[in-house]
């Protein structure tokens, strides 16, 4: 049964799920229920905040074992998921059905060489191994690709582009994969299949729009990763991809300026898989994409759809995910630090009350995540800028919403609605906080009353979206936590950012761009951006898995994105010297910053690995290049936003050699080599995860230990009974274990119920120390800090303070370059 009308289709997916599905569905996975979310929010004559184009909601629905989505009317776009879009008021005659499955809904998902080839030695390794990709699929998911881009062709013309998927009217050049991949079903976005030759076709054909502005992002990340740097062009670009010569696979699944719903994500990823198999040929899907709404565990369906997608049961397939660029924290009149995510401690003695900042807002949207402990009770409601009441204290299990006098606003608190219907199961613990529509300006405040500890996330829209100024920030934010979805899951291979080059000369200049300060401190080279999110999850688990360059990267630039031809978008952010654009540094290339320039880099190098082992596991090959790591030479004044380190692929292909023949996992070995050579202690070094751990064994603090060699090799050869974990003020909750050659982890906490401490961790090589590590002990990083004690009647997250990342408020592509560009005067030979 396949669903063709919008009017019955709610009454015809129950009927067929009462039918098909087992008397009692498996639990849903963590996500925002979608007829109570689209019930409180919509507002008479105006379009729905969820809705599409169409007027319709895209949801997901999370399947029972053994279900067929077909059947139930919907498109399979992950094991375990089906998706519909639908109108509102269907929503809410399918919530009203006695089999009901959950829907699931949230606000869209957005898009988040030459140089950064020597910072990961990429052009080392291909110049010594003739290695370049060959025979392996890279994929890129994004906003859309210049199908005409010479780093995009092969040396004669002909398209790399395999096979694309892209957001628009169906073609009918693939009748069976269009309809495969919903893109002619009227309940799903429109799409349409192309194949290489098809690509050829129309470039001969000179059909237009084949280059567009919403290519700048899609272009960019694609030749990062595999550009060829322009061969049918017959220069030698240095703006080469990490995987020059791999086969390429795009999707642009969304229409133009609508983000990404997470249902067509994940069918995009299928798509590309799906692809892969049929040519038989490992492949890596390079997700630069991610936003700020959901738990940040892993249970978010989109996270689940493509953690299904890769694993043990899939040797051959790898996916990665930009980190996200949340990470920053701002000040603004002294006052902050602002940023899009907080926590509190909530005790049954208070009222936690959690300020938002916002200006004032004739169309905007606000959604707030909030994931608690398992065991956790916590109420929740929401005020407005005057101090009103928007919502009344929301109890667990249930919804309220609310409606301004005007219909000029609408409000909606949904609290862990555990009840056999809702997503939100007991397991995740999480409320959902949204708003639409008209308010001034002030401070938006959540609040909290119950016992447990809250996890915050926010996400402004319309015109309170970051991307047009400061737009909703807590006003008491903190860096640590801040990955994004879905790269928060414990089993996609998430990246962070380290700048790439501070220095370049835009393309006809004669003096050169040099970057002086970013984040209100001195701009260092080879440094974490202080812009990238760091880790860990709600739960403790290590994020980001690796980082790379990502800040001010060159490469591909879409022919209708140049912004010599029409200023603005991607390549044209403020504060260029005489307003020129000076981002651009040849015809085809030019520079942009952010995690999503990170991502590719490591998506090329996965490719390098796949090229030698097209049987590794997304796990294996997330542990090599963890293994393969380098610390990078810069500051790093946060490494919750580094992981291990910064990519190198010569250390990764090292590590690969090694794991060959020393298989990974276990204790240090007792048995030391015949001729074990002790690491280099100065060379060497480990992370911490968390900046503070919390008096609860459950809630680890993880460590990852990489040792070296003089030479910066990996150190392989080693008596691993010599290496050692101390710990005192606390405790060692999983022994040192060894990863990989030269990579171990470890995880410590504190006692429970103790705070106001400190645990301090030493890791040693026989007996000598790489460097003792004190982490404060606290119930948030409030307590931990002493800011406040942990059983205050105060708010937890209201007082004003000052920021590490200090700088003025803007939007990330601008980087506050008014302020931090400045001429210097190339020299003449």
């Not at 493509?306 to 006052?335: C, F, K, W």
């Not at 403790?540 to 001010?552: C, H, L, M, N, T």
Request: charged share 15%.
């Amino acid at each position: 049964m396949r669903i063709r009308r919008l009017a019955p289709s709610a009454a015809l997916l129950a009927a067929a799920l009462a039918a098909l599905l087992p008397a009692s569905p498996s639990p849903a996975h963590a996500d925002a229920p979608a007829e109570p979310l689209a019930r409180h929010l919509a507002r008479p004559g105006r379009p729905h905040p969820l809705a599409d184009p169409s007027g319709r909601i895209p949801v997901l629905v999370p399947l029972p074992p053994g279900a067929d989505a077909r059947a139930l009317g919907l498109l399979p776009v992950a094991p375990g998921f089906g998706a519909i879009h639908l109108a509102p008021p269907d929503l809410g005659a399918y919530a009203r059905t006695p089999a009901a499955l959950p829907l699931l809904a949230g606000p869209p998902r957005r898009p988040l060489l030459d140089v950064s080839g020597q910072l990961t030695r990429a052009t080392a390794y291909r110049t010594a191994t003739n290695r370049t990709g060959e025979g392996v699929i890279v994929g890129v998911i994004d906003t859309g690709f210049d199908l005409t881009h010479p780093d995009l062709r092969h040396a004669d013309g002909r398209s790399r582009i395999a096979w694309l998927l892209q957001a628009g009217s169906p073609r009918g050049l693939h009748p069976e994969l269009e309809d495969a991949y919903g893109c002619t079903d009227p309940d799903q976005t429109p799409c349409a299949v192309l194949a290489a030759e098809d690509i050829d076709a129309l470039i001969a054909a000179g059909e237009e729009e084949l280059s567009s502005a919403r290519a700048a992002h899609g272009t960019h990340v694609a030749s990062t990763a595999a550009g060829n740097g322009g061969l049918m062009d017959g220069t030698a670009s240095p703006y080469v991809g990490v995987a020059p010569s791999a086969t390429l696979i795009l999707a642009a699944p969304s229409l133009p300026g609508e983000g990404f719903q997470d249902s067509d994500l994940l069918n995009a990823t299928r798509f590309i898989f799906d692809r892969a198999d049929a040519m038989q040929a490992p492949a890596v899907v390079n997700l630069s994409v991610g936003g700020d709404f959901g738990p940040h565990d892993g249970t978010s369906p989109i996270e689940q759809g493509l953690a299904a997608m890769v694993g043990e049961a899939h040797p051959g397939r790898v996916i990665v995910v930009a980190a996200g660029n949340s990470g920053a924290l701002y000040t603004l009149d002294g006052q902050g630090p602002f940023g899009i995510h907080t926590e509190a401690h909530v005790t049954p003695s208070a009222t936690v009350r959690v300020p938002i900042r916002t200006n004032a807002s004739e169309q905007g949207q606000g959604y707030v995540w909030i994931t608690f402990r398992p065991d956790d009770d916590v109420s929740v409601g929401l005020e407005g800028p005057d101090g009103s009441t928007w919502v009344s204290t929301t109890d667990p299990g249930d919804d309220a919403g609310y409606t301004g006098s005007d219909d000029d606003l609408t409000a909606a608190v949904i609290n862990r609605l555990a009840n056999g219907k809702s997503p939100i199961t007991e397991a995740t613990n999480s409320a959902v906080v949204a708003w639409d529509g008209a308010w001034d300006a002030g401070e938006i405040t959540i609040t909290l009353q119950g016992k447990g500890d809250a996890q915050l996330w926010l996400v402004g829209l319309g015109d309170v979206s970051t991307s047009t100024g400061l737009g909703l920030q807590f006003t008491r934010a903190i860096k640590q936590g801040t990955i994004t979805v879905p790269a928060s899951h414990p089993d996609l291979l998430a990246v962070g950012c380290t700048l790439n080059r501070l220095q370049w000369t835009p393309f006809g200049a004669t003096q050169a761009i040099t970057i002086a300060s970013l984040g209100g401190a001195p701009a260092v080279a080879d440094s974490a951006c202080f812009f990238s999110s760091a880790g860990p999850t709600p739960f403790g688990v290590p994020k980001p898995e690796i980082s790379a360059p990502g800040g001010f990267v060159a490469a591909a630039m879409a022919t209708g994105a140049d912004p010599r031809e029409e200023r603005g978008g991607l390549f044209d952010p403020p504060g260029c010297p005489d307003d020129s654009p000076c981002f651009v540094v040849d015809d085809h290339h030019a520079i942009t910053t952010g995690t999503s320039m990170s991502s590719p880099q490591v998506a090329g190098a996965v490719a390098l690995l796949l090229e030698r082992d097209p049987t590794l596991t997304q796990a294996r090959a997330t542990r090599l290049l963890q293994a393969g790591a380098r610390y990078p030479e810069g500051d790093v004044p946060n490494q919750t936003q580094l992981g291990p380190g910064t990519l190198d692929i010569e250390g990764a292909m090292q590590a690969l050699d090694l794991a060959l023949a020393s298989p990974p996992g276990g204790p240090p070995s007792e048995e030391p080599p015949a001729d074990p050579i002790a690491p280099a202690l100065d060379r060497s070094w480990y992370v911490m995860s968390s900046s503070y751990a919390r008096p609860d064994p459950t809630w680890p603090v993880w460590g990852l230990v990489e040792l070296r060699e003089p030479d910066g090799s990996i150190a392989s050869d080693i008596d691993e009974s010599l290496l050692d974990v101390r710990v005192t003020g606390g405790q060692i909750t999983q022994a040192l274990t060894r990863v990989e050659p030269g990579f171990f982890r470890f995880a410590v906490a504190a006692p429970r119920g103790v705070f106001g401490t400190t645990l301090t961790v030493d890791v040693l090589y026989d007996g000598l120390s790489l460097g003792a590590r004190e982490l404060p002990v606290g119930t948030d990083v409030w307590t931990s800090s002493g800011d406040i004690s942990a059983t205050s009647a105060a708010c937890a997250c209201a007082t004003t303070g000052t920021s590490s990342d200090a700088t003025r408020p803007s939007a990330l592509a601008a980087l506050a370059l008014a302020a931090l560009l400045t001429r210097r005067r190339r020299r003449r030979s």
